[in-house]
């Protein structure tokens, strides 16, 4: 089992970069909870809809011939 680095993890971001969006974080009140801080990342406004963006397109551009 390979482990993941701190390099991958900053190759990956160099490969998706210009790909994926970089979503806002949106507060969120609950009713139910006052006093406490809830944030939303809406991974909704990536191109595709979906967080999963990253994890494939980092996937295939990192493949060579």
């Known amino acids: 089992m390979n482990l993941v680095t701190l390099s991958d993890?900053?190759?990956a971001r160099q490969r998706?970069?210009?790909l994926a969006r970089r979503t806002?974080?949106?507060p969120f009140e609950v009713a139910e909870l006052p006093g406490?801080?809830?944030f939303l990342k809406?991974?909704?406004?990536?191109?595709?809809?979906?967080?999963k963006i990253r994890g494939a397109g980092n996937r295939i551009m990192a493949l060579t011939a």
């Open 9 to 11: 993890i900053e190759q």
């Open 16 to 18: 998706v970069q210009s």
């Open 42 to 51: 809406p991974e909704s406004l990536q191109p595709i809809g979906s967080f």
């Open 36 to 38: 406490e801080q809830i």
């Open 24 to 26: 806002p974080l949106l």
